[in-house]
């Protein structure tokens, strides 16, 4: 999964594509990704949740010409609002990707139920503007899985038949709570679930290398790799090439 982020502050490219979206577009697709993820929000920590018509009037060009000029795309749409999940789902969106697991807008699981279309659920502890505030676990895998089995029994409840799951890396965690995560990466296979790890140039990674996020990729290629080995079956990544690689080589690992 290629990250497109069309929000003007992401933590590492944000408004870089503004303008030449369609660009990168056809570049991650050449490269490999077989999904692209949009978003018009930053969920940086720190971040605020926008109003949905601000989010609305950033996506829809966006979205709608992506579909004109790429019409076999599969894309997510990285969203929280339940009409931001519409519109663009309307517009031909294949995916719906919300790291609220629809406890912002509920609404968003009756929209995706409509549409029956795939559902990333993310774990995340708190909303954006705080989780970064001493998050605290008496057991973080307990808890995560403990989350995970209540809500996948919520939003299957509403109708949703096809969920994927993210357990949150860097949302509401610290450093060693994400390595901890990483670790034990392989517990979350009991939910007979695709799993999908965001890990792309975190904190988690520079912040343990004393470096930046421009100096991350080689240590997201490495953690990309630790989580295909302990399951993951979709990398959500700004950098499609050394991601198709890792999956290329651990593919040849195992075959």
């Known amino acids: 999964m290629g990250i497109l982020n069309i ?10 594509y503004l303008k030449d979206y369609a660009k ?7 490269e490999g990704a077989s999904i692209i993820d949009v978003g018009g929000m ?26 004109k000029l790429f019409p076999q795309i599969i894309l997510s749409i990285d969203t929280v609002h339940s009409k931001v999940a519409e519109a663009c789902l309307d ?19 009756d929209v995706v139920a409509r549409f029956q279309v795939p559902y990333i659920c993310m774990h995340m502890k708190g909303i954006p ?30 109708g949703v038949k096809k969920i994927i799951i993210d357990p949150g890396f860097g949302f509401g965690k610290t450093i060693s709570h994400n390595f901890e995560l990483l ?46 080995s302990k399951g993951a079956q979709i ?8 991601a198709k690689e890792c999956i290329d080589l651990y593919s040849k690992l195992i075959s």
């Open 235 to 242: 990398l959500r990544v700004h950098d499609v090439k050394e």
């Open 7 to 16: 929000s003007p502050d992401s933590f590492y490219d944000g408004g870089k």
């Open 24 to 30: 990168q577009v056809e570049k991650m697709l050449a």
């Open 129 to 158: 503007e705080n989780m970064h505030v001493s998050p605290t676990y008496q057991d973080v895998i307990s808890e995560i899985k403990q989350y995970f089995e209540d809500r996948i029994a919520f939003i299957s409840s509403k």
């Open 183 to 228: 670790n034990h990466l392989d517990e979350f296979s009991t939910f007979n679930l695709p799993l999908m790890v965001g890990l792309s140039r975190k904190s988690m990674i520079w912040k343990t290398l004393h470096s930046c996020p421009e100096e991350a990729l080689n240590g997201t290629s490495v953690l990309n790799t630790i989580a295909l």
């Open 91 to 109: 517009a031909g969106a294949s995916i719906i990707n919300d790291i609220s697991g629809g406890a912002i807008d509920d609404a968003i699981l």
């Open 42 to 67: 930053t969920s940086k920590p720190g971040a605020r949740i926008i109003e949905e018509e601000v989010e609305i009037n950033r996506m829809m060009p966006v979205v709608k010409d992506i579909i």
